[in-house]
């Protein structure tokens, strides 16, 4: 009996923490994003998946938008996932027209550094990280089951470093 009331109330949780996921927007400022939008729709969108990235809860969704212009970078910044963002997808918004690029602001660190468990990070153009230990997307040793798929980089040197269990890069 215990045991059956233990597994009970872990299926209740997990399945608590799906229902009230959210989904947040991200967009360059060139269309309207702004880290003091509400990040909940399109129309207000915030304007760096960093800032998101730390507002998330366990199982939420980031849909990162392009400008189309393939010409400039549509964001320039290094992203951390913590261990609170479990479950977390970032991904591009929707499949039509180009990638969104996330260059390095600093390029010494990779663009994506990931420590939570089980995040997907999915159709983006990764560049601008140069050194050498340091990847595109850098997963841990303490995160398991992360899935890296369809995303691209200019360096050949940059891309994904994996220290753990995760899906192939694509």
């Known amino acids: 009996p215990a045991m059956m009331l233990f597994i009970t109330f872990a299926f209740f949780i997990l399945s608590f923490t799906s229902i ?39 199982g939420d969704t980031i849909k990162v938008m392009d400008d189309d212009d393939e010409a ?19 991904e591009r918004y929707n499949d039509i027209g180009p990638n969104p690029q996330i260059k390095a602001e600093d390029p010494s660190q990779p663009v994506f550094w990931v420590i939570a468990d089980s995040v997907t990070i999915r159709g983006f153009d990764i560049y601008g990280s140069t050194a050498v230990q340091e990847p595109g997307i850098y997963v841990t040793g303490a995160a398991e089951y ?6 691209r980089s200019e360096e050949r040197r940059v891309g994904k470093e994996c220290r753990s269990r995760c899906a192939p890069y694509h």
């Open 20 to 58: 009230f996921a959210t989904t947040w927007y991200v967009a360059p400022a060139s269309m309207g994003g702004n880290d003091s939008n509400t990040g909940t729709s399109v129309s207000d969108p915030w304007e760096h998946i960093n800032f998101a990235a730390f507002q998330v809860s366990a």
């Open 72 to 90: 400039t970078d549509d964001y320039i910044e290094n992203i951390a996932i913590y261990y609170f963002a479990s479950k977390l997808v970032i």
């Open 146 to 151: 992360c899935i890296i798929a369809d995303n």
